[in-house]
């Protein structure tokens, strides 16, 4: 089977790589060539356009920005002409709808298409532990278990196209709302002139504890949210995803709205492409100046 993959950013370019690395037959093709440079590199074959991957590739991995990437991508009329024979194993983080519409559109001129969005980070990429939840047909699943699991050792079958995409936001609402909640706790702590680490040795002997506060907290107390993993703006997308399926739903997703706003500050304080702990620099003001940051960084 030879694999295609389609955005070779932050994500894409480690996945890339790790199927190369396992011994698949894999092709890349990214919008920004530059991007492509490491691969080719490594021996990856690099293609030049769209149609020309899809046309090579029985299976194309998407691992873009969103759902206005994918469709600009992949539902143009010169692309959708060549989807016939490809499988689109789509892994971005994008909402159920918009998920439930693009297989529409693929299965429409005859291609097949999988949601297989993911948690976890380039850390997790690169060592193969991905948490890989899939939403597609019992067949589909099976016949692309050998490349989902050289990127998980343990891919879920959630159930049809929509279930894994509404997952994987359930997960990154949490990512988003414990994040704002461990950053106004610490905050008032630090304001209060209370030691940090005392507060820490209470918190992790609590029920509230949750592993992502201690892997967050240095970034915080250091106010470094360079070389990230996974982007403030990302995060935003997925708040503002999470919030608008939910009140689809009939929900109240007012908390989520808070948070989507509080990660919008971060974005206005120039904090787009950091790490998404930079969610802590709008809930405590005093640093939203960036020399305010750079005195207590030194
Ligand atoms: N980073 C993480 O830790 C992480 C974890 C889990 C899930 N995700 C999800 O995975 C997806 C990719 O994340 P990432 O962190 O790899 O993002 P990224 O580094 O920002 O890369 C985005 C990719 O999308 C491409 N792209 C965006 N708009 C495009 C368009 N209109 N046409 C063609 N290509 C376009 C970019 O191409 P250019 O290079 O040309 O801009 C780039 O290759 C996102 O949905 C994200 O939410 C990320």
Request: proline share 4%.
């Amino acid at each position: 089977m030879k694999i295609g993959l389609i955005g070779t950013g932050l994500m894409g370019q480690p996945m890339t790589l790790r199927l190369k690395q396992s011994g698949f037959d894999v092709a890349a093709y990214n919008r920004t060539r530059s991007k492509l440079e490491p691969l080719e590199k490594e021996g990856v074959q690099i293609v030049d356009s769209v149609t020309n991957l899809i046309q090579q590739c029985d299976c194309v991995i998407l691992m873009v920005t969103n759902a206005e990437a994918i469709a600009n991508i992949i539902l143009t009329d010169d692309v959708k002409q060549r989807l016939k024979e490809c499988t689109i194993l789509q892994m971005s983080t994008i909402s159920p709808q918009q998920s439930r519409t693009i297989r529409d559109e693929v299965l429409a001129v005859g291609g097949e298409y999988v949601e297989a969005p993911v948690l976890g980070s380039i850390p997790q990429v690169k060592e193969g532990s991905l948490q890989i939840m899939v939403g597609s047909t019992p067949e589909q699943f099976r016949q692309l278990q050998p490349v989902l699991e050289c990127l998980s050792s343990e891919p879920i079958h959630m159930g049809e196209v929509g279930t894994a995409a509404a997952t994987k936001l359930a997960m990154n609402q949490l990512i988003g709302s414990l994040t704002t909640a461990f950053s106004l706790s610490l905050g008032l702590v630090q304001q209060e002139g209370i030691d940090v680490e005392k507060f820490m040795s209470i918190l992790r002997q609590s029920a509230l504890y949750a592993p992502t506060f201690d892997k967050k907290l240095q970034r915080m107390v250091n106010l470094n949210f360079e070389n990230p993993n996974f982007p403030t703006q990302h995060l935003l997308k997925d708040m503002l995803l999470f919030a608008h399926t939910a009140e689809q739903r009939g929900m109240d997703a007012s908390l989520v709205q808070s948070v989507a706003k509080v990660a919008q500050k971060a974005i206005d304080c120039g904090l787009a492409t950091q790490d998404y702990s930079a969610l802590y620099v709008a809930v405590n003001s005093v640093y939203s100046d960036p020399s305010a940051r750079k005195n207590k960084a030194k």
